[in-house]
T-cell receptor, first 111, second 113 residues
Framework: AQSVTQPDIHITVSEGASLELRCNYS??????LFWYVQSPGQGLQLLLK??????LVQGIKGFEAEFKRSQSSFNLRKPSVHWSDAAEYFC?????????FGTGTRLKVLA | DSGVTQTPKHLITATGQRVTLRCSPR?????VYWYQQSLDQGLQFLIQ???????AKGNILERFSAQQFPDLHSELNLSSLELGDSALYFC????????????FGPGTRLTVL
């Protein structure tokens, strides 16, 4: 069955520290993978996506993600977190008509 | 601003009632997706429409229905409401392919008392 797992429900980091949010997926074919961010009271906004090619993809706001087929992972990273990055982050996979979202990781940033 | 609009922003109603949520997709987008976001269930895909036709169904209850009109706006109808239907309902749109980014509206917060 298709699924997305985000094992960390909450993550707290200090401003300026590096960040890695984990995402594991289960999908029978080549997946299309996405990371979205949801700020409080807002809808979701796309950070980056992976379809094929270079396994390291760059997104907006200084985020990047690496696709590792052998590990079925698509982890999101940022070298230096800013206070404005506090939000909820969702990993998603699709390949047909349905998007499957992970349960989200809520990021808290300490000043 | 994603270009997707949803009305109303907030809705408070009682159990057993029926409500209609409205979504206007981005200009030119043919596909509309509906999602339910609740604390215990996360973000759940409900249903997708493409150019007026239902294309995919997710975890949508039989008490819920949706349609997409010729002008491409969509409505999600929720009936016989239960306390557990309280959630944020999001609409998203794109050109049609799920490999394309989805643009999300700001959501409608439904509270069932």
């Amino acid at each position: 069955a298709q699924s997305v797992t985000q094992p960390d429900i909450h993550i707290t980091v200090s401003e300026g520290a590096s960040l890695e949010l984990r995402c594991n997926y289960s999908y029978g074919a080549t997946p299309y993978l996405f990371w979205y961010v949801q700020s409080p009271g807002q809808g979701l906004q796309l950070l980056l996506k992976y379809f094929s090619g270079d396994t390291l993809v760059q997104g907006i706001k200084g985020f990047e993600a690496e696709f590792k087929r052998s590990q079925s992972s698509f982890n999101l990273r940022k070298p230096s977190v800013h206070w404005s990055d506090a939000a909820e982050y969702f990993c998603a996979v699709t390949g047909t008509y349905k998007y499957i979202f992970g349960t989200g990781t809520r990021l808290k940033v300490l000043a | 601003d994603s270009g997707v609009t949803q009305t109303p922003k907030h809705l408070i109603t009682a159990t057993g009632q029926r409500v209609t949520l409205r979504c206007s997709p981005r200009s030119g987008d043919l596909s509309v997706y509906w999602y339910q976001q609740s604390l215990d269930q996360g973000l759940q895909f409900l249903i997708q429409y493409y150019n007026g036709e239902e294309r995919a169904k997710g975890n949508i209850l039989e008490r819920f229905s949706a349609q997409q009109f010729p002008d491409l706006h969509s409505e999600l109808n929720l009936s016989s409401l239960e306390l557990g239907d309280s959630a944020l309902y999001f609409c998203a749109s794109n050109g049609g392919g799920t490999y394309n980014e989805q643009f999300f509206g700001p959501g409608t917060r439904l509270t069932v008392l």
